[in-house]
């Protein structure tokens, strides 16, 4: 059964630090692996997409790797801001659903100005 | 463009009254998911559509649980005999295709049972 783990629960920084969030998973046959980010009281927004073929996907200030063969994906958020302030949940889909993400738990960013 | 809406966005129920939560997804999206997070939790996954076909129902709780997308279009999710334990936010996503795509998620209804 795959488990998704991502450490820290919770991270607080000051403005303008490069943010690094850690997300790893025990089944390496993935079809994909996606970011997404948690408003309080609002749904999921899609931050990146990496394909299981893929090393690494960017997108502006974000920066996400995959390492399929140790289980492991890594989010940069580059130069924080406060509006960064959310959780960030990774989640996969493996290669035998039909398309079901498996989230972690998320991680709970404080970006203080 | 409209995204993904769901209605109620809250709900109170008390325990043993039947709920029905309701999905709209992007217009033309084939896949739709239901999801139930749990506070402090990343959302689990509950059932699958692809059009009006239920292909993967494994993430429901119980039989209490039903869902229907009769058009291929609008979803709803039924909780039969709420219990407190339902309590939860329930997200609904949708996908063009699916088979792994980017899903786009619902703001999500708050069920509170009492």
């Known amino acids: 059964k795959q488990e998704v783990t991502q450490i820290p629960a919770a991270l607080s920084v000051p403005e303008g630090e490069n943010l690094v969030l850690n997300c790893s998973f025990t089944d390496s046959a993935i079809y994909n692996l996606q970011w997404f980010r948690q408003d309080p009281g609002k749904g999921l927004t899609s931050l990146l997409l990496?394909?299981?073929?893929?090393r690494e996907q960017t997108s502006g200030r974000l920066n996400a790797s995959l390492d399929k063969s140790s289980g492991r994906s890594t989010l940069y958020i580059a130069a924080s801001q406060p509006g960064d302030s959310a959780t960030y949940l990774c989640?996969?889909?493996?290669?035998?659903?039909?398309?079901?993400?498996?989230f972690g738990a998320g991680t709970q960013v404080v970006v203080t100005p | 463009g409209a995204g993904v809406s769901q209605s109620p966005r809250y709900k109170v129920a008390k325990r043993g009254q039947d709920v029905a939560l309701r999905c709209d997804p992007i217009s033309g999206h084939v896949s739709l998911f239901w999801y139930q997070q749990a506070l402090g939790q990343g959302p689990e996954f509950l059932t699958y559509?692809?059009?009006?076909?239920?292909?993967?129902k494994s993430g429901l709780p119980s039989d209490r649980f039903f869902a229907e997308r009769p058009e291929g279009s609008v979803s709803t999710l039924k909780i039969q005999r709420t219990q407190q334990e339902d309590s939860a936010v329930y997200l609904c996503a949708s996908s063009l295709l699916g088979g792994g795509e980017t899903q786009y998620f619902g703001p999500g209804t708050r069920l509170l049972v009492l």
């Open positions: 989640a996969v889909v493996t290669t035998d659903s039909w398309g079901k993400l498996q």
């Open positions: 990496i394909q299981s073929s893929q």
């Open positions: 559509f692809q059009n009006e076909a239920q292909l993967d």
